[in-house]
């Protein structure tokens, strides 16, 4: 127990903001995921087969492909980018990258085209006479899609969202090769000092099992809530 | 864009995907029986039984892959006692430390996998099976076990998909498999695009392959309506 105290003798207070960073990254990335989501969901139902071949060129590559690879993709082309796109505005210097931004940018990318599969099963199995009736009934555009479809999709994407949250809690443990300090990195790091990497992983793995069991507990609150009309 | 580059790296990233390849098919093998064992284990009526397979199926769902296979190589072999076992010729070997961790991870999932095919199994197909006097011995290896693995194909294809996206993390412990090597070129040549494109076509090019065999065998096995 000596080994999780706060303060200068143990790593309880370092894991502590290590866990922090680490529900910081997940929310971030899933907000990431939310906007491409918002991007590439109506592509995929889009009319248009130009536009269904871009959305399902995302959720295809991305979901095919290794989340470590991406990742790798971030790290080391990142910068490079950024810098790549600064030069055609005339700016040379060199520029780096945070790891909390290409982290969350690399897993809120993967989030993203999971999320883009969950919404995109949630319209569509959505009653074509709901759209319909709404309409018929003289609600304007806006208020067919917020009253009416959103909380109808909300209801039914809700239950498989909590499953893309599980796989970018998880992810996000893979951001550690990148230096960002998460539970990972930190117990790493303790593993590495202390020469106790059984205890430092293990209670790694406490942590990661909380943060999954907790917010399961609080996702199945808004499922309920969302729930109430059936 | 380098295409020389994309060109001379494709020989040495394909080398690696048999690496890659062989901890798939090792661990998917040897996890599938562990499923299924622990999926026999949650369909017991004992709770105590019963209990224990769901921790083992909620422990390894609710923690990352990287951790696991960290607990396994990095911790295990800090007990003194097992150093002297010859569960050190293992367990030294970050090998067979990254196919343990897979196959246990794997294991879990499938353990779900099967379990709720088992019990989607209509109780009137064994009632019967019963009533034509078959052992239940027979009953459960050919009327149960069958009818549960066409139900989890889909899922089961799912889970093979992402254990495959999994092996990549053997490259976290110093294994060259397809990742390990595409990490090793970009950081010896910055290149990362290029090699992100190669290595990504081929995991895409094996996750097609998988996709199209899935959809494959669940048509071959599909109930005749």
Redesign the interface.
């Known amino acids: 127990m000596e080994l999780l105290a706060f303060g200068k003798t143990g790593w309880g207070d370092e894991l502590f903001y290590a866990t922090l960073m680490t529900i910081a990254v997940s929310i971030t990335a899933m907000l990431v995921g939310f906007f491409f989501a918002l991007i590439f969901t109506p592509l995929k139902l889009s009319k248009y087969k130009t536009l269904n071949l871009v959305g399902n060129f995302y959720t295809t590559v991305i979901r095919g492909v290794p989340e470590l690879l991406v990742i790798y993709l971030f790290f080391f082309g990142g910068s490079g980018a950024i810098m790549y796109v600064a030069s055609i505005f005339g700016y040379y210097e060199y520029i780096e990258i945070n790891a909390f931004i290409t982290g969350s940018m690399a897993i809120g990318i993967i989030s993203g085209a999971y999320s883009t599969e969950v919404f995109r099963g949630a319209i569509q199995s959505i009653d074509k006479g709901q759209f319909e009736a709404a309409k018929v009934l003289g609600i304007n555009k806006f208020g067919q899609f917020y009253k009416i479809i959103l909380p109808q999709i909300l209801r039914l994407a809700i239950p498989n969202l909590s499953n893309v949250w599980q796989i970018t809690l998880k992810d996000t443990s893979l951001i550690s090769v990148t230096g960002l300090v998460e539970i990972m990195r930190q117990s790493y790091i303790a593993a590495g000092s202390t020469r106790d990497p059984l205890f430092f992983y293990s209670f790694a793995a406490v942590l990661y099992l909380l943060l999954t069991y907790v917010s399961m507990k609080l996702i199945n609150k808004l499922e309920v809530r969302y729930n109430k009309g059936y | 864009m380098d295409f020389d580059l994309m060109i001379t790296s494709f020989p040495k990233l394909l080398g690696a995907t048999v690496v890659t390849l062989k901890l798939l098919s090792a661990s998917l093998f040897f996890g599938l029986l562990l499923g299924l064992f622990f999926a026999i284990l949650r369909l017991n009526k004992n709770i105590f039984i019963n209990k224990f397979a769901y921790s083992y199926s909620?422990?390894f769902r609710?923690?990352?892959?990287?951790?696991?296979i960290?607990?396994i190589y990095?911790?295990?072999g800090?007990?003194e006692y097992l150093r002297t076992t010859f569960l050190w010729v293992i367990l030294k070997e970050p090998y067979w430390c990254a196919i343990i961790a897979f196959t246990l991870n794997t294991g879990a999932y499938t353990s779900e996998i099967l379990r709720s095919a088992f019990q989607t199994i209509k109780p009137g197909i064994i009632e019967a099976g019963k009533s034509l006097g078959i052992s239940n011995k027979i009953i459960f290896y050919k009327i149960q076990i069958p009818i549960a693995i066409r139900q989890s194909l889909p899922a089961y294809g799912n889970e093979i998909?992402l254990m495959?996206?999994?092996?990549?993390?053997a490259?976290?412990v110093t294994l060259m498999d397809l990742?390990g090597v595409?990490?090793y070129i970009?950081?010896t040549t910055?290149k990362?695009?290029e090699v992100?494109i190669v290595?990504?076509g081929i995991?895409?090019f094996m996750?097609?392959i998988i996709h199209n065999v899935i959809k494959y065998l669940e048509k071959k096995y599909s109930f005749q309506q």
């Open positions: 909620y422990i609710g923690t990352p892959l990287l951790v696991q960290f607990i990095f911790g295990l800090q007990i998909i495959m996206k999994g092996t990549s993390l490259s976290t990742t595409a990490k970009i950081s910055f990362p695009i992100f290595a990504g995991y895409l996750t097609f």
